[in-house]
């Protein structure tokens, strides 16, 4: 008992997660551990969510602000969101129960862009860090602490926070030590230096987070596993996706635009980005690498078969099998993954100068290449942007993706209008379904319509998109409105309308 926790005053503030959790009070803003599903604390915030239950059936409201990394778990945001207990949350989540009250106006939500998350909270622009909740795989004997499944903005939560909780999870392979690089030099503005880093593989900091332990209020000891969702086995749709992709680079390295090795490659989260992934590891090049914030199976593959050489995440987020080859194998994988604080894994100066390609998923682009990634019918939150904007806009290469229906072919991902922009048309290079990718650099938006309807949209949508932008032209060249980007502003999501009266949006004829 104990073992993990090497220092001696850190041993005497060990107590119970209910203990721990009547440290935090009403209305604090409590900065939590969590990457996509990965390195959350797992028993102080049901604690706490049976407490605020309580609480909650008197008089007196009980509820926090919950600051993350980026997604985490039912049992961090689902028990919380549960019981009311979450007044505002940020910066990104994917759990039903906080996206229901999200949706009902229950709870308030800042999506944010996970690069940005720490320099505001440094900044001042989000108030007082009142208290970090923190897991943590140990603590060495002088308090510096080993990091746990994922980085996220914990070493901003440690240094900001007036109290620190630390969850430490023996759970968590004690073999993670020295994976992690977590960057000390980022300086506030007019200070800030170039961010030493050229090459994935660089560690550029130290493998331990710091802590001051004056501030540290509990400790408690946990013995829990990560999240560890399992992904779909790629389907027909995803593997065609991968394959326009394959054939897209291999068109990149023949024209001299991208090298043999590619460049660094950085995937988003969900099914149809492992897909890509193990269609690259079977596809033909060699010596990849990844400059990515979330690593998942298809990588992990990757790096095992030896196409992939390095990677760079600030999470891993890997189903039960892919953990298990993680874990028993981790003297293989430990100098081929560097684990980085998100500021550093989705750095906009980083991902410029190492040349990153962006593959994300969408839920819907319209003819002239803006991006939803977010919103579903434009009002309803799913997930959030994450880092899909960090990578996109400042990437080599930034590519969308998505299957060009979805519920069962009611919905058309190709749209004339998207209901919410998060990546505008001056951010999203490639856009790809499974019917075929668009390549839109250098294309006028004209043109780019033209592409995207014969390219990327499904062929029961087709006529329509093409009867759209026709009218649109028409419509411009008779006085209303001009012919750069064409629209019909009565009618441009009159598909989102009609799919929430009628629960199509095909127009009928
Ligand atoms: O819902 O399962 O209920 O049917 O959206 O869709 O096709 O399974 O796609 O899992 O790749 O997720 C954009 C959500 C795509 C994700 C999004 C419905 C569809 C299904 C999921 P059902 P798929 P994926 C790195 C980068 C933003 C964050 C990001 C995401 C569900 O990629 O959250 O990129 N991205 N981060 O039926 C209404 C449409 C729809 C639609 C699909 N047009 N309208 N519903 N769906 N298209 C990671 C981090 O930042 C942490």
Known sequence: ISSRIQHPLLKQKIMSAEEAAMLIENGDHVGMSGFTGAGYPKLIPQALARRIELANQGESKFSIGVWTGASTAPELDGALAKVGGINMRLPYQSDPTCRARINAGQMDYVDLHLSHVAQIVWFGF???????????????????????????????????????????????????????????????????????????????????????????????????????????????????IAAHILEFFAQEVKMGRMPPALLPLQSGVGNIANAVLAGLNRGPFENLTGFTEVLQDGMLAMIKSGKMTMASATALSLSPTANEEFLQNLDFYRNKIILRPQEISNHPELIRRLGVIS???????????????????????????????????NAYVSMFMTPSTAKGGAISCIVPMVSHVDHTEHDVQIVVTEQGLADLRGLAPRHRAELIIQRCAHPDYRPALLDYVQRAQHSAQAGHGGMHTPHILDEALSWHSRYEREGRMLPSV
Request: proline share 5%.
């Open 126 to 240: 989000l108030g007082k860090l009142n208290v970090a909740v923190i897991e943590v795989a140990g603590v060495l004997p002088d308090g510096r602490l080993i990091p746990s499944s994922s980085v996220g903005n914990n070493k901003t939560w440690l240094d900001q926070a007036d109290k620190v909780i630390l969850e430490v999870n023996s759970h968590q392979s004690a073999a993670l030590e020295g994976m992690h690089d977590i960057y000390y030099g980022t300086e506030r503005p007019p200070h800030r230096k170039p961010i030493p880093m050229e090459h994935t593989g660089d560690r550029i900091g130290e493998p331990y987070l710091r802590v001051d332990l004056n501030k540290v209020v509990a400790v408690v000891e946990t013995d829990l596993s990560d999240r560890n969702t399992e992904f779909n086995a790629p389907d027909q749709t995803s593997e065609k």
């Open 359 to 393: 593959m994300n998923g969408m839920l819907e682009a319209d003819i002239y290449g803006n991006v939803n990634s977010t919103h579903v019918m434009g009002t309803r939150i799913m997930n959030g942007i994450g880092g899909s904007g960090d990578f996109a806009r």
